[in-house]
Every structure is written in structure tokens, then in C-alpha cells.
């Protein structure tokens, strides 16, 4: 890093190549206080929408959830996961300097877009009738920043992030869809 005299009302800008903590880890890692604090946000609202029956109200397919907003909001959840997974480790540049930028995918950027927008209203759609206005809107914030996002900041590795969402989002359809469980079978 370059050094700046004394006196300066500059300061120095970090150096990219330097790691973003001590032990190479990005983010919240460099930081206890805000990496303290994600992890109690991800905590709070994981808690919280078990306190709110969301769970229970999507699996026990209770009659007030619209199941079919459910199911396409499901269904762009699990193409958006391929589509990152995709991007982050199969595309064909990805061994090259190809960066992974707007300017360079922008169709798969649009098309991660729309499956976001998709799932978001599906979700909202779909717990609506059975949560009110006021409780659909925090539930999304709960389960928007509070639990994804603050997911993808704690576990910086994209792999870890992928199989958590492949696996996830796959074991979540069949509760859903009750495989396994004797629903829907003739006994």
C-alpha cells in the first residue's frame, strides 16, 4: 500500500488484492460485531417464522394457502438455484478470464431477475389468504433478508451455498409433495 504523507487529507485506497480479514475469509469474518449480528439476524428470523407457523401451514397443506402460487414460486426457487449454480461453476468461459459481469451474461442476469420477481410474487401469493397483509410482508422479510441473505453472507463459500440450495430446495418439494410420508397412497 502506498504511502501517504503526513498531513494529507487523502487516504490511502485498499490494496483489491489483499484478503478481506486476517484469515482469508470475506466479509462479516473481518468484523465481530457485524458478523455477530448477522448470525442473530439469521437466528431471529429463522425463529421467528417457526413461531408463525409458516412451515407447518406450507407442509400440512393448510386450505387457506393458495398451493398453486406455492408451487410455481417453488418451482422458479429451484430454476433460480440452477441457474447460480450454472453461472458460479458450469459455464463454459469459467476456466478463462471471462469475468463473471453484467456486461458478459446479461440474458442469464435478466432471466435471474424475472425468476426472483416470479418467486417473490408467487410466495407472497400464495401465503396471502392465510397470513394478512401485515404478516405476509414480514414474513418475506424474514425469509428474504433474514434468512437467505443473511445465509449467503455467513457461508461465503459458493459451493457450500449450492448444496444447501440443491439439497434444500429438493428435500422442501418432497415434504411438500409428501413422498415418502403415505400422503396420497392407497392404504
Not at 396471502?128 to 424474514?142: D, E, Q, V
Request: hydrophobic residues 50%; neutral net charge.
Amino acid at each position: 500500500m502506498p504511502r501517504v504523507p503526513s498531513g494529507s487529507a487523502t487516504t490511502p485506497a485498499p490494496d483489491p488484492a489483499a484478503p478481506a480479514s486476517s484469515d482469508g475469509l470475506p466479509g462479516v469474518y473481518g468484523n465481530p460485531a457485524m458478523l455477530l449480528f448477522t448470525a442473530a439476524t439469521f437466528a431471529a428470523a429463522s425463529y421467528g417464522l417457526m413461531e408463525m407457523g409458516l412451515f407447518e401451514a406450507l407442509i400440512h397443506h393448510d386450505t387457506k394457502v393458495n398451493h398453486t402460487a406455492l408451487t410455481i414460486s417453488l418451482m422458479s426457487t429451484l430454476v433460480l438455484v440452477a441457474v447460480k449454480v450454472y453461472m458460479e461453476n458450469l459455464r463454459p468461459t469459467r476456466d478463462s478470464k471471462d469475468k463473471l459481469v453484467y456486461e458478459n451474461y446479461k440474458s442469464l442476469t435478466h432471466a435471474a431477475i424475472v425468476l426472483i420477481l416470479i418467486s417473490c410474487l408467487g410466495f407472497n401469493v400464495a401465503i396471502f389468504p392465510r397470513f394478512g397483509f401485515a404478516k405476509t410482508c414480514l414474513i418475506s422479510l424474514m425469509v428474504g433478508y433474514g434468512v437467505v441473505f443473511n445465509f449467503l453472507v455467513l457461508v461465503p463459500w459458493n459451493w457450500v451455498q449450492n448444496l444447501v440450495g440443491v439439497v434444500g430446495g429438493t428435500c422442501f418439494l418432497q415434504l411438500y409433495a409428501g413422498v415418502g410420508s403415505g400422503v396420497g397412497s392407497a392404504v
